[in-house]
């Protein structure tokens, strides 16, 4: 959940590629975006290792603007 926005949230799911497809690959980590509390989600990103809010709530509480509420740090695969 976003540390300042109560309907924002972040999720992951574990996805495998489709073996009729003919692909080779190993299952994989896709990161999701809500803003309604989970009411609909937009796809973020896949092959992802680690992700969070790149806004904290120590900045809103000492006046810093370093990074907008929307930002999010992401670590994937390219």
């Known amino acids: 959940m976003h540390p300042t926005e109560r309907a924002w949230g972040l999720a992951a799911t574990w996805r495998d590629c489709n073996s009729e497809e003919g692909l080779d690959c ?4 896709e990161v999701y975006l809500t803003k309604d ?3 609909s989600w937009s796809f973020i990103e896949d092959y992802v290792y680690d992700f969070e ?3 904290s709530k120590y900045m809103e509480e000492n006046g810093v603007t ?3 509420k929307e930002r999010i740090f992401v670590v994937a695969q390219s």
């Open 26 to 29: 190993d299952i994989y980590k």
């Open 53 to 55: 809010w790149a806004y």
């Open 66 to 68: 370093a990074a907008p």
């Open 37 to 39: 509390l989970g009411q």
